[in-house]
């Protein structure tokens, strides 16, 4: 990088992935592709892997989702992070290389693109310096145009909302991406904003869910939302996926920042669905000598089942394995009865386990300093703890069980007639203050 350039005058656009810098002495503008910028990064896991069919493929991506397959028709040396002047629909547009080799052809796969169909656009050149500065100078309108955008489809009472405006790359027409629950009607917008913005106009509908993407933010996990990480193809979500997990059907905690079921909803679904293949399905109770067992709980992942002989009743549980549970129902079908479920295990509730309740709470208080008083004061008719030097003379000379009884009971009695002396020298003060303590003791 030029040492004229300073750390200031970088600016970074993570919508599309780049840094872009301008030099203070020529004023010419750089752009620079950063791996990693957001969450349209890829990683070429088959760096190194050469083969020919797929030597002048690229993948090129533009602002926020969009990406495209380009083919290298001007034989150029193109990389990976270089900026690419490409065919459009009209005119021309300019975007960043970031995959090359034959992990395209695995991203063509799942796009669903083949080199036959004639869906692949070419790759006219790298970009120059002067193409270069007019994308920017159209990349720095998107933000008053999508003002102006929102404030003309007020004006029109349209039930729609502009999310995002994209430029394309020589600044010959615009991309706004809107919101809206139902059907809208363009034919006076799309007028209005042509005449307004003097470009070529294109609206693109987008949902709740990319346009949290686009704004970003914090979920009640603590984390980035993943609609702006990482997640580019949402897929449907239903309650079912709740109802799978076993989790409560609360619209509140349900639903994500986008007013939808959460996204994550859906990446424990498949373990949750595998566990439950393995568990029986109990609709009736199971017939026990003592009585009929009641389903009450499930705990799907460990595949252990629940089970009461009060209906309704969490008191007291006594806990199966799926596998054993199979075997009961086998038994009731074939007419047979197994002993009780108390003979065999102890009731008890869901295992919880918390890590708040594994310490006490008052583990990282500081220790109290006693106050100091009463310290050494032994009190009458209690034995008090023998300080070192008498444990060490009781442990060198023991003595007798009688003995120890007369020592401590003449010890307690002497105890007791001092702390009675000193009790009544200490009320005859109160009583006379001014009576010297000597003639107190006399």
């Not at 950063?34 to 690229?58: I, P």
């Not at 007020?154 to 994209?166: N, P, Q, R, T």
């Amino acid at each position: 990088m030029n040492n004229n350039i300073d750390s200031e005058t970088i600016r970074f656009d993570c919508n599309r992935g780049c840094a872009i810098t301008r030099d203070s002495e020529t004023g010419a503008t750089e752009c620079s592709y950063r791996v990693g910028c957001c969450k349209l990064a890829d990683v070429n896991w088959l760096n190194g892997v050469r083969q020919e069919q797929y030597k002048d493929l690229f993948e090129v991506r533009f602002k926020n989702t969009r990406k495209g397959i380009y083919l290298n028709a001007s034989n150029q040396g193109i990389r990976t992070g270089d900026l690419v002047v490409v065919e459009a629909a009209s005119g021309q547009d300019l975007g960043i290389v970031t995959l090359e080799g034959p992990v395209v052809g695995r991203q063509m796969k799942v796009k669903g693109i083949s080199l036959d169909d004639g869906q692949i656009k070419r790759i006219y050149r790298r970009a120059k310096p002067s193409d270069i500065e007019k994308w920017q100078e159209a990349v720095a309108r998107e933000n008053d145009t999508m003002i102006q955008a929102r404030r003309i489809a007020a004006e029109l009472g349209l039930d729609m909302k502009i999310g995002d405006v994209e430029f394309q790359g020589d600044g010959t027409k615009a991309i706004f991406y809107y919101i809206a629950d139902g059907r809208v009607d363009f034919r006076q917008l799309i007028k209005v904003y042509a005449e307004e913005f003097r470009i070529r106009i294109e609206m693109k509908q987008i949902g709740a869910r990319q346009e949290a993407g686009l704004i970003g933010g914090i979920g009640i996990c603590g984390r980035e939302l993943c609609c702006a990480r990482f997640i580019t193809n949402f897929q449907s979500i239903s309650t079912s996926a709740a109802r799978i997990q076993d989790l409560s059907l609360n619209q509140q905690k349900l639903q994500g920042q986008c007013g939808k079921l959460k996204c994550c909803l859906n990446y424990e679904v498949a373990n949750y669905a595998d566990a439950m293949s393995r568990i029986p399905k109990v609709s009736e109770p199971l017939e026990f000598e003592d009585g009929p067992a009641y389903l009450m709980k499930t705990d799907i992942l460990q595949e252990i089942m629940y089970f009461s002989y009060e209906k309704g009743s969490l008191a007291n549980l006594y806990p199966l394995t799926a596998e054993e549970v199979r075997e009961v129902i086998m038994m009731n079908r074939n007419g047979e009865k197994p002993e009780s479920l108390k003979v065999e295990v102890a009731p008890q509730g869901p295992q919880f386990i918390s890590a708040v309740g594994d310490d006490s709470i008052t583990r990282f208080d500081k220790p109290k300093k006693s106050s100091g008083r009463g310290r050494g004061r032994r009190r009458p008719g209690k034995d008090a703890r023998p300080r070192q030097g008498e444990a060490n003379n009781r442990e060198d000379a023991p003595k007798s069980a009688s003995a120890e009884k007369a020592a401590s009971r003449t010890g307690s009695e002497t105890r007791n007639g001092q702390e009675g002396s000193a009790g009544r020298d200490r009320r005859d003060r109160r009583r006379n203050p001014r009576k010297p303590k000597s003639e107190t003791n006399q």
